[in-house]
């Protein structure tokens, strides 16, 4: 019986060992820093571009992108049909883009820029930067991965192609490693 232990444990360690190397694998493949410990996301509610106020909370239960930008921002721009792509294969039942603008200035700029690459994920307007401070955001474009369980898994710093295929890896690997 002890020996029947010992073999599922090695196996376990096994197992645990090889899935770490393909998350860190996938992660670096994607460019994602992983989080050196896992912690809770901080909680905010911001305002949408309809004048709904949305909070973070409200998308527990599926990974999230967690996405930061601003209208001025060159690589912002050069993104955004990327994430648009990547939201409309995966979005909505198996993970949430939610974006953060942080432009000061009139909020019709943002929705001109909305409509221009046609995003339909969700967009808020953080004019007063202070979620921004709360992630410690310092240059643009930065997104976070969160699980499931609103846990920060890693994030990302500067634009990105999104591949479709090894995000949709990305993303099932975090829901997985929540549940």
């Known amino acids: 019986m002890q020996r029947i232990l010992i073999v599922l444990s090695m196996i376990l360690s096994l197992t645990a060992t090889a899935d770490v190397w393909a998350n860190h694998a996938l992660f ?29 909370k409200n998308f527990r239960g599926k990974p999230v992108l967690l996405h930061f930008w601003a209208t001025w ?14 939201y409309e294969k995966m979005g909505g039942d ?12 009139d909020p019709a700029k943002v929705l001109e820029y909305i409509d221009k ?5 969700l967009n808020l307007l953080d004019p007063e930067q202070t979620v921004r401070k709360q992630y410690f955001i310092r240059g643009l474009p930065t997104s976070y991965l969160i699980d499931t369980e609103g846990q920060l898994r890693g994030f990302v710093s500067g634009a990105r ?14 829901s997985a490693r929540a549940n």
């Open 28 to 56: 670096e493949k994607l460019g994602v820093v992983p989080s050196r410990t896992i912690k809770e996301a901080p909680s905010f509610s911001l305002i949408d571009t309809h004048g709904k106020t949305k909070a973070l």
């Open 73 to 86: 921002c060159a690589p912002c721009q050069e993104e955004l049909p990327a994430l648009q792509r990547l």
């Open 94 to 105: 198996q993970f949430e883009i939610v974006a953060v603008n942080i432009d000061r200035g």
């Open 117 to 121: 690459y046609k995003l339909t994920f």
């Open 161 to 174: 192609t999104w591949a479709i295929k090894d995000s949709e890896q990305l993303f099932s690997m975090i």
